[in-house]
């Protein structure tokens, strides 16, 4: 069941940063860390959803979709009227990502799409160690369904032809 009680395990998150982009693991320069910060921030202040990016060492003793779901809901990511927050969250010593969304973006980012976003443009990166180059790719991508610029059928990115 998704939403079990945490009480007592507030230490296993950490608490919001204040930034779009937290590279707890320290892999992205301060170039492209900035980089993506200042897009997103962009993308915010044009279109109030919010994109954070979160990448950690290991999310312990929980599977990732469980604790990207607690980390998006403690950090209240999004406008909590619109609930039209997005959260890409990866482990890298557990080599796994996951994109969180909240109910406000559903139609635009359902799951199998964010899925798809996963294994088609962050993973493929992150095993060449081209972390930027993935969420850069992967945040293009997310930024192009929820402003309507293209369909999952419509994107080349995303056909299953790859």
């Known amino acids: 069941m998704l939403f079990r009680s945490f ?3 507030s230490e296993d998150f ?3 940063s204040g930034r779009l982009v937290t590279d707890y693991a320290q892999v992205l320069s301060q170039e492209e ?3 993506l910060e200042n897009k997103l921030v962009a993308f915010d202040d044009s279109t109030s ?3 954070a990016i979160v990448l950690m060492r290991s999310t312990g003793n929980y599977d990732i979709s469980e ?3 607690q980390l998006f809901n403690r950090w209240k990511i999004g406008n ?3 609930n039209n927050g997005v959260l890409i969250l990866a482990a890298m010593d557990d080599r796994k990502v996951f994109i969180v969304t909240g109910y406000g973006l559903e139609g635009a980012l359902p799951d199998a799409l964010c899925k798809k976003i996963v294994d088609r443009e962050i993973v493929p990166n992150f095993k060449h160690e081209a972390y930027y180059n993935g969420l850069d790719a992967a945040t293009k991508t ?3 369904l929820v402003k309507g610029e293209f369909t999952d059928r419509k994107s080349t990115r995303l056909n299953s032809s790859h």
């Open 7 to 9: 009480a007592g395990m």
């Open 14 to 16: 950490p608490a919001r």
């Open 33 to 35: 860390l900035q980089g």
């Open 49 to 51: 959803t919010q994109i």
């Open 67 to 69: 604790y990207a779901i």
């Open 80 to 82: 909590q009227d619109k």
């Open 142 to 144: 997310i930024m192009g």
